[in-house]
Every structure is written in C-alpha cells, then in structure tokens.
C-alpha cells in the first residue's frame, strides 16, 4: 500500500445512525475503535456533529448502512446529513467492522442482554484531566452501580474535584458507552446529562436503578 494510501485511509471516519429506546443514536468508528456517540441524532444535529468530528479528527466521514438487527429495523441515516454516501471502497475494514460491533453491542445493551461493552475506543475527542476521569469511571463503575461526583474524584486522587468531575461528565463523547449516566448526586438526585434528564433516567431504569416508567 502506498503512503499515500494509508494516509487517506488512516483518515476516515465510518458512521451510521441507530434507532434505540433513547432516540437514535450517531455512532462513529475510526480503525481504532468508537469515537463518538451522539444522543437525539435528527438531521440537524447529525449534520452539526459530523462537521465538529470532521474538523476535530481532519477526517472524512463517510456513512454506513448497518444491517437491522434482531427485532429492529435497519439502522437509519439522516437523508441530509453530511459526509460521504456509503461505499465499500471508501470505508476502511477496520472502522467498519469497529461500527458493525459497536451497533452489536448497543442493540445488545438496550435489550438487556449486555452488561460491558467490549467493543475498542478511540479516545481522540478527550484528553487530559476529563479522559483521566472518564477512563476511571468506565473500570470502576460496572452495570448496575452508580457513584457520585465526589466519589469518582476521589478515585481519580483529585478529592477537591467534584466540579471538575462534572464537567468531565459532560465533555463525554462516547456517553452509554462510557456510562455518564450512572454518576449521580450525593443526594440521590440525577444531576445533569448531556443527552437530557429522561434519557438518563431511562438508561439507569434500563439497568435496574430506577422503577421503568409507567408512560
């Protein structure tokens, strides 16, 4: 392969949008691994996310249709959103088969048969002080288990950092994945969420730490 080649490839970004009980959801894979997850993923939005990922990675984005998995549809693309149409020519192996496992995975999870994601990440969109933070939270709160703000500063031996903590939280851009969701106030308040109070609050009922909705 010649240098040229591999540059191209290195740079590509393979996405696709998936329909789950929180709304659809952008998913997009380098070779090595998920780079981002995207909550509420309508035209608008995934348009504005593509074009952030494309400007952050200085990568091509190129949609893949994922095959429907067991008891959903098909995965969905936006019609306007941007980035390339799909081609296997234009897709590289790697971040294709990092998209297939991450769509496996999440279906997976939102039928509650999953409980750790195996699938690799690409931590490209973090950094610092928040990937420290996000990496702690992902090996010391399994499925089923919240902790508070405090507690995962204190775990990050930064017991003064509850704030910044939170900011961490919300900086997330593989959230499910990487479960923000299941960092909770002291008081046993939700506390914020990028992806919205009620996503929240349906992704810890998902995991048994709240009653399922009733409507």
């Given at each position: 392969m010649s240098e040229t080649t591999a540059s191209t490839t290195a740079r590509t970004?393979?996405?696709?949008?998936r329909g789950t009980p929180v709304g659809p959801l952008l998913l997009a894979a380098t070779e090595e691994?998920?780079?981002?997850?995207?909550?509420?993923?309508d035209d608008v939005t995934a348009d504005r996310a593509l074009a952030r990922l494309s400007g952050r990675l200085g990568a091509r984005t190129v949609r893949v249709d994922e095959p429907a998995g067991p008891g959903r549809g098909p995965g969905k693309a936006p019609a306007g959103a941007v980035g390339e149409a799909p081609s296997a020519a234009t897709v590289p192996e790697g971040a294709g088969r990092v998209l297939a496992a991450a769509v496996a995975e999440l279906d997976s999870y939102f039928r509650g048969e999953l409980r750790e994601f195996t699938v690799p990440l690409d931590w490209t969109l973090s950094g610092g002080?928040?990937?420290k933070v996000l990496r702690a939270l992902l090996a010391s709160v399994p499925y089923g288990a919240t902790a508070g703000y405090q507690d995962l500063a204190v775990r990050v031996g930064e017991p003064g950092a509850a704030r910044a903590v939170g900011m961490a939280m919300g900086s997330n851009p593989l959230p499910v994945v990487v479960p923000c969701h299941r960092i909770v106030e002291s008081d046993g308040g939700l506390g914020g969420f990028?992806?919205?109070r009620e996503t929240k609050r349906t992704l810890l009922a998902l995991e048994g730490l709240l009653p399922e909705?009733?409507?």
């Open positions: 970004c393979a996405w696709t949008v691994g998920l780079v981002h997850v995207v909550f509420h993923a002080f928040h990937e990028g992806g919205g909705p009733l409507f």
